[in-house]
């Protein structure tokens, strides 16, 4: 059974960091893509970062480039989202993401409130 699960949100002031785990289970995400996404009150999700399970390669919004990063531990069936320089726009609920095999599965999500 595919499973996600988020965890490592909370209240961060502007400027400070914080990292964001996924622990997936019930397929190997090298072989897939995994997908941050985020939604802030009255918006749309906005993908974040995407892990290529093909070459293990992340690309990143605009909006994060050079102060978030994606990455993957396949031992401990785990993806990151390191999160530094954070602004207060970066309020949101993080998810993270994987389409197998055609069915999309998501996580219940994560709070992140950067707030002075």
């Known amino acids: 059974q595919v499973q996600l699960a988020e965890s490592g949100g909370g209240l961060v002031q502007p400027g400070g960091s914080l990292r964001l785990s996924c622990i997936v289970s019930?397929?190997?995400?090298s072989n897939w893509d995994i997908k941050w996404y985020r939604q802030a009150p009255g918006k749309e999700h906005e993908?974040?970062?995407?892990?290529?399970?093909?070459?293990?390669?992340?690309t990143y919004a605009d909006s994060v480039q050079g102060r978030f990063t994606t990455s993957g531990d396949k031992a401990k069936n785990m993806v990151y989202l390191q999160m530094n320089s954070l602004k207060p726009e970066d309020t949101a609920v993080y998810y993270c993401?994987?389409?197998?095999?055609?069915?999309?599965?998501w996580g219940q999500g994560t709070q992140v409130t950067v707030s002075s």
């Open positions: 019930g397929f190997d995400f």
């Open positions: 993401n994987a389409r197998v095999t055609g069915i999309p599965y």
């Open positions: 993908l974040v970062a995407t892990l290529w399970g093909f070459n293990n390669a992340p």
